[in-house]
């Protein structure tokens, strides 16, 4: 196993930051790493917004959960899916594709353009013994986002990255089988996928109990269960289509 893979496979969210600030060059060398992740031909269809200012990083902490650590953090970065450039392209080019822009596809592009520079960028980061946590709780209130960000139409602010000098470590949680998320030549049989679940429900309750001394003892499947049942963020859909994307 080589010293990046021994990397990547010690990753675990990062919620408590010392008070100190990363440097600019960090920060340019976060966004370059970012910006080499490979892009669906060529378009790079994602934007990554810094976030310095005290209030609004205390804005956003508060919108996102509240939650302090997309405030009291190295730095915080927002990625967001973002077609706005292809429109500014067709300005400059006096080209019309409208129905291109606002294609389910070109949303994808843009959705999986942005996921994979992020995680560029905390593989960056973590290469420099930094810590990294993803903030989906800005999803909370995208309208909210929009204005402090001042985001055009076009864009999403798709999650937050709060990076910095970790001040304390979580436990790494223990990731579903590999058989369960790998299969080969086809999906795999509902009865195999089922045993391999109950066999992890026994694992994650283990963690739980050794981590909280035997307080909670919480499975898997009944987790996720508990969570997905209860709807949230169902605006999603129409502000998306209020930014003018995903509408074809």
């Not at 995680?119 to 995208?142: D, F, T």
Request: hydrophobic share 40%; net charge negative; glycine share 6%.
């Amino acid at each position: 196993m080589n010293e990046m893979i021994e990397k990547i496979l010690d990753h675990r969210s990062v919620r408590s930051f010392k008070d100190k600030l990363l440097s600019k060059e960090q920060i340019h060398e976060i966004v370059k790493s970012a910006q080499a992740a490979s892009t669906s031909s060529f378009i790079q269809a994602y934007t990554i917004i810094g976030v310095t200012d005290p209030e609004k990083k205390a804005a956003l902490a508060e919108l996102a959960g509240p939650q302090k650590y997309v405030a009291e953090n190295g730095h915080f970065f927002v990625f967001c899916a973002d077609l706005h450039r292809l429109e500014l392209i067709g300005e400059m080019e006096n080209v019309e594709f409208t129905e291109s822009i606002e294609s389910t596809e070109k949303f994808m592009v843009a959705l999986i353009d942005a996921a994979l520079a992020a995680q560029n960028a905390a593989l960056a980061a973590e290469s420099m013994g930094l810590g990294i946590c993803y903030i989906g709780g800005i999803r909370n209130n995208l309208d909210g986002v929009k204005q402090i960000l001042n985001i055009p139409e076009r864009v999403i602010p798709l999650f937050g990255m709060a990076v910095g000098y970790p001040d304390s470590l979580n436990d790494k949680k223990p990731r579903l089988p590999l058989e369960n998320v790998y299969h080969e030549n086809g999906y795999a049989e509902k009865e195999a996928l089922i045993s391999q679940l109950e066999d992890y429900n026994r694992t994650i309750s283990e963690y739980y109990k050794e981590r909280t001394n035997g307080v909670r003892n919480d499975t898997w499947t009944r987790q996720m269960a508990g969570m997905i049942k209860q709807k949230s963020r169902m605006y999603m859909k129409d502000f998306v289509e209020r930014q003018k994307l995903n509408k074809r």
